[in-house]
């Protein structure tokens, strides 16, 4: 064969392709350290220590003896049964909400489930309106579909609701759709509050009056440690204006990926026609179902009792060493996040080389930026190290602050 | 709240998501029994008696042993190093093809990873040439992505690059791009040729001069019984021109769903870009590990000569029967599927009658036209069935066949 020019295969690629090249994943983009991070604050990682090994091993047995044959086929496009099952059980268990297996649909994980939504809604060009801040993860699958993305700052209370309505005004007015409005209500991943009731009843009015969906994003709700439990946009809604996603990776573990859409009967399809392939993990679906089903409400109760004590130590560390300062720290009602904003006059960059040099990994606030902003914010995940490091490692970052401060 | 009309989310789909609504699987569409099948010669199920149950429940075990906590975190977003190596290995134990852990990237499932390179480079309106007939799953993910199919016929040599070329002549005149050139070399998936060196060479040689990518799936390689190996179009490509899927659900079993592209290194993080979420299957990808880093060679070995007892268990079945007709069966060197030429004069409506009645799945042949086409063809999976009932199944659907003919 004669040697040809290489092919360049730039001019091939598709629209959505070519909308930047960064590689995109559910791991925000944590700073790097000098050396191996010893303080693991940057992605959302489970806690290790409170992994199930022994009880996956013996699902896996029973598993296997049981029907083992069925999880090496090609599986129901829709997902296992069983584990739609075993998500609307999880739903009736920790609030009372009453779905059908028929509004389930298994994903790889979360981001792939998120990523079905928008390959169903969004075209390069649409308008979506979302949280800013919000998940670096979801913004990577936003981005690769190519929506104008119109800010919705978050408060106390969770997403301004006045500033949602402005936007669907505005549009409504350009004779423009908005194709979906993305919000995170518990713990909002990155800044922390859990969305007010009113604020909610507002955000589901919002999207039937302007004739949108809205894509509930909830992957920590049953990890809440204070304050109260609300309904979720999707019970509040009876419209079929709420798409919900969930997932296992925070209750079981990141590494099963297994997430899901909860949504209306009817869009199900829809969802499943991008879902390539001979049904998600059937073999993977079954092991964890075979633990969950015997152990789910034991096991969540086990991870809020740790996940608190770590959050709790995280702040310790932080205000031993900031107290004074204006620095501004989230106390989240539960999930795996603190958001930091950091005092006046920080020096980011500087601060950035201080961690690096502690070797604790954090993330920079601008990741979770659609259109820019965040410089003053940082992000830690207590999900990851242990109540211990989580406070030394936190008194670090403390240090690097006021090291950095001018 | 108050009772709002429904939202009618049609009018916010996405304009892939309006392109037909029919859901789509890797599962073809078998014809529907009266009572369930007896004889399911539908989808590529692989034989579940030679699924190493016991062996997998072994790997689990030592694997949540050995790395349980990292099989329970997020995964890299290229896929799990030590599975992207056991690819590597693969293709050099079964081809002496020498790639690198950089040109591979793992998905969920080959269907998925095929997905990844069409949203990687096909728009809504792009041209590609494909097969005709070809994997009706795939079909699915394509028109997902809204291309025109452009149709090459497939001989005994496989895809007739003589078409191909036409084509690609065509739309280089009117100042088109062909985006890719989808093709199944080995065993092709329904009709069974294995394509020939002569055809390989040409159709490289193809896309390199009309600066075109080749999409080649090799589904079933190691499954050779007779005939003779050649080189992947990966191998004969000097150019990056060459993008490569493959799965473990034929060799391992199709619940697995990990699959994967090989391809050019600087491709790799496009891809990457579409697998939305935190790593692809991280503890399943551990146990596949586990499992065939040390059963790889022996357990193909196993799997060759139980899939070629079927196959011919079936051929004779259908022989016995059709001798003396006009029918054309195949007789695939490999792979899981016999494609049939139907008799003239076979009443279609009435052979799907007869094979319900009988309680044998097949799969209609038009179901593996992009554009139509197949209405004499059926496609029967020998993969599931016990080489008995191929047998047997075979002679049934012998039998509506002659019962169908005028």
Same mark, same amino acid.
């Not at 009453?98 to 075209?123: E, P, Q, W, Y």
């Not at 390069?124 to 949280?131: H, L």
């Not at 003053?376 to 240090?399: D, M, T, W």
């Given at each position: 064969?004669?040697?040809?020019?290489?092919? %360049?295969?730039?001019?091939?690629?598709?629209?959505?392709?070519?909308?930047?090249?960064?590689?995109?994943?559910?791991?925000?983009?944590?700073? =790097?350290?000098?050396?191996? =991070?010893?303080?693991?604050?940057?992605?959302?990682?489970?806690?290790?220590?409170?992994?199930?090994?022994?009880?996956?091993?013996?699902?896996?047995? @029973?598993?296997?003896?049981?029907?083992?044959?069925?999880?090496?086929?090609?599986?129901? =496009?829709?997902?296992?049964?069983?584990?739609?099952?075993?998500? #609307?059980?999880?739903?009736?268990?920790?609030?009372?909400?009453?779905?059908?297996?028929?509004?389930?649909?298994?994903?790889?994980?979360?981001?792939?489930?998120?990523?079905?939504?928008?390959?169903?809604?969004?075209?390069?060009?649409?308008?979506?309106?979302?949280?800013?801040?919000?998940?670096?993860?979801?913004?990577?699958?936003?981005? *690769?579909?190519? /929506?104008?993305?119109?800010?919705?700052?978050?408060? &106390?209370?969770?997403?301004?609701?006045?500033? #949602?309505? &402005?936007?669907?005004?505005?549009?409504?007015? @350009?004779?423009?759709?908005?194709?979906?409005?993305?919000?995170?209500?518990?713990?909002?991943?990155?800044?922390? /509050?859990? @969305?007010?009731?009113?604020?909610?009843?507002?955000?589901?009015?919002?999207?039937?009056?302007?004739?949108?969906?809205?894509?509930?994003?909830?992957?920590?709700?049953?990890?809440?440690?204070?304050?109260? &439990?609300?309904?979720?946009?999707?019970?509040?809604?009876?419209?079929?204006?709420?798409?919900?996603?969930?997932?296992?990776? !925070?209750?079981?573990?990141?590494?099963?990926?297994?997430?899901?859409?909860?949504? /209306?009967? %009817?869009?199900?399809?829809?969802?499943?026609?991008?879902?390539?392939?001979?049904? #998600?993990?059937?073999?993977?679906? *079954?092991?964890?179902?075979?633990?969950?089903?015997?152990? $789910?409400?034991?096991?969540?109760? $086990?991870?809020?009792?740790?996940?608190?004590?770590?959050?709790?130590?995280?702040? !310790?560390?932080?205000?031993?060493?900031?107290?004074?300062?204006?620095?501004?720290?989230? !106390?989240?009602?539960?999930?795996?996040?603190?958001?930091?904003?950091?005092?006046?006059?920080?020096?980011?960059?500087?601060?950035? &080389?201080?961690?690096?040099?502690?070797?604790? @990994?954090? #993330? =920079?606030?601008?990741?979770?930026?659609?259109?820019?902003?965040?410089?003053?914010?940082?992000?830690?995940?207590?999900?990851?190290?242990?109540?211990?490091?989580?406070?030394?490692?936190?008194?670090?970052?403390?240090?690097?602050? *006021?090291?950095?401060?001018?």
């Amino acid at each position: 064969m004669t040697t040809t020019t290489k092919t %360049d295969f730039n001019d091939l690629l598709s629209t959505r392709a070519k909308i930047g090249r960064q590689p995109v994943g559910t791991i925000a983009n944590s700073t =790097p350290t000098a050396q191996p =991070p010893l303080y693991a604050f940057g992605g959302g990682n489970p806690d290790p220590a409170s992994f199930p090994l022994k009880g996956l091993a013996e699902a896996t047995n @029973q598993m296997l003896e049981k029907e083992g044959a069925a999880s090496l086929l090609y599986g129901d =496009p829709l997902g296992y049964s069983a584990l739609r099952d075993l998500i #609307v059980h999880k739903y009736e268990l920790f609030e009372g909400l009453k779905v059908d297996r028929d509004n389930i649909i298994i994903a790889n994980g979360s981001g792939a489930a998120l990523g079905l939504a928008f390959s169903a809604f969004v075209d390069v060009g649409d308008y979506i309106i979302s949280e800013s801040p919000t998940f670096s993860g979801t913004l990577g699958a936003i981005r *690769r579909h190519g /929506p104008i993305v119109l800010d919705a700052p978050v408060d &106390q209370e969770g997403i301004d609701t006045d500033v #949602v309505r &402005q936007h669907l005004e505005d549009l409504r007015r @350009q004779g423009k759709k908005c194709k979906l409005i993305y919000t995170i209500v518990n713990f909002q991943n990155p800044s922390g /509050p859990t @969305q007010s009731l009113r604020r909610r009843k507002e955000l589901v009015k919002l999207a039937q009056d302007y004739d949108t969906l809205i894509l509930e994003d909830d992957a920590y709700g049953e990890l809440r440690f204070d304050g109260e &439990q609300h309904p979720s946009l999707y019970a509040l809604d009876d419209s079929g204006s709420v798409i919900r996603a969930g997932t296992l990776s !925070k209750i079981l573990g990141a590494g099963v990926r297994l997430g899901w859409l909860c949504a /209306p009967k %009817d869009m199900i399809p829809v969802f499943q026609s991008f879902n390539f392939g001979g049904g #998600v993990n059937p073999f993977m679906s *079954r092991i964890a179902v075979y633990f969950m089903r015997d152990n $789910l409400k034991s096991h969540v109760e $086990l991870l809020i009792n740790v996940y608190r004590e770590k959050r709790d130590a995280m702040l !310790k560390g932080l205000w031993e060493v900031l107290e004074g300062t204006d620095v501004e720290i989230s !106390k989240p009602e539960g999930g795996f996040f603190i958001w930091i904003k950091l005092p006046t006059g920080t020096d980011t960059k500087k601060l950035f &080389q201080l961690t690096s040099e502690a070797r604790v @990994q954090i #993330v =920079p606030g601008s990741s979770f930026y659609p259109n820019g902003g965040g410089e003053r914010h940082i992000r830690l995940a207590y999900s990851y190290e242990s109540p211990e490091k989580c406070y030394e490692g936190a008194k670090l970052v403390g240090q690097a602050i *006021r090291g950095a401060m001018s």
